[in-house]
């Protein structure tokens, strides 16, 4: 299920519980399973008929992609996998494609800022698939930057500084991936974090997919937030929440109109992992998938 880098203690995630023999995070890095025009299409359907659903209600929308931890550190993969330079991947595809059809959704790439980053601090953990916490930091930084391009100036927020972030620290601890070699004893690694300053409270709550998280700011007329998320926004929780008088992190990859009015958001942020891109589509509410588009936005893979 894994591979690991040799000699300098990285692992990376060869293959999800579920894949067929050819789906593995190795082979889509190296682009060998590139996008179909089909599918790429069906991708822009579903995130514009999410952004075109919440337009209706007065809500911005985006979308960021958490890169997977190989496309961040190729240098670390074994030899054979990282060698020649690899063709592009599906979200170098379909940023493209995105671009090319003009479309009018948002798709925040945090890979240049991380890949800069990684030269003067760790942004990914050894042991584990995600972004440690200031690999978290600094897509929180840019969240925050496109919620206050899309927000009335009045209801922006200021993006708290790497240096008045609160510390902490978790000692020696396994990650994910070392959980997965049933190796959790023996490959650890030292885990700093980061948490926001401003308090909040914080609740679990009951939602679609693995749950939601509620949480509930100190300032009441700051905006309200809901975010789609994976496992990659844990690390964004207090970074975010604690800018906003409520937000809903909700773990499903399928939204949901009902979900949508009872958080009530300011803004919708979408966050997936970029694997996610290789898994089966997801299917949202009939509500959403039935929001009309306009003529020239509607499905076609002749253009």
């Known amino acids: 299920m894994l591979r690991s880098a040799e000699a300098d203690g990285w692992l990376f995630l060869r293959r999800r519980p579920d894949a067929g023999p050819d789906d593995t995070s190795f082979n889509l890095e190296r682009g060998l399973m590139p996008f179909t025009p089909a599918d790429m299409e069906k991708w822009r359907i579903i995130l514009e008929k999410r952004q075109a659903?919440?337009?209706?209600?007065?809500?911005?929308?985006?979308?960021?992609?958490?890169?997977?931890k190989q496309s961040i550190y190729p240098e670390h993969l074994p030899e054979p996998l990282k060698n020649p330079p690899p063709?592009?991947?599906?979200?170098?595809?379909?940023?493209?494609?995105?671009?090319?059809?003009?479309?009018?959704?948002?798709i925040l790439d945090v890979r240049p800022e991380l890949l800069t980053a990684k030269s003067t601090g760790q942004v990914y953990w050894k042991t584990d698939t995600h972004w440690t916490y200031d690999g978290a930091h600094i897509a929180y930084a840019r969240i925050l930057e496109e919620i206050n391009r899309r927000l009335p100036p009045a209801r922006g927020t200021s993006i708290m500084p790497l240096g008045q972030m609160k510390k902490g620290d978790l000692g020696l601890q396994a990650g994910d991936l070392s959980g997965l070699l049933n190796l959790g004893d023996q490959i650890q690694e030292h885990w700093p974090i980061l948490y926001g300053s401003i308090p909040f409270q914080q609740k679990e709550v009951k939602a679609t997919g693995e749950g939601g998280v509620e949480t509930a700011g100190s300032n009441p007329a700051a905006p309200r937030f809901l975010m789609y998320r994976d496992s990659f926004a844990t690390a964004l929780f207090s970074m975010l929440a604690q800018h906003f008088s409520y937000s809903l992190f909700v773990w499903d990859d399928k939204f949901s109109a009902d979900i949508i009015t009872q958080a009530n958001p300011d803004i919708v942020v979408d966050e997936f992992v970029e694997r996610k891109l290789y898994w089966k589509l997801p299917e949202d509410s009939l509500e959403i998938r039935e929001t009309p588009l306009p003529p020239d936005r509607q499905f076609n893979i002749s253009k």
């Open 87 to 106: 063709p592009p991947t599906r979200l170098d595809q379909f940023l493209a494609y995105m671009n090319e059809k003009n479309s009018p959704v948002f």
């Open 53 to 68: 659903y919440l337009a209706s209600r007065g809500t911005p929308f985006f979308v960021i992609v958490a890169p997977d």
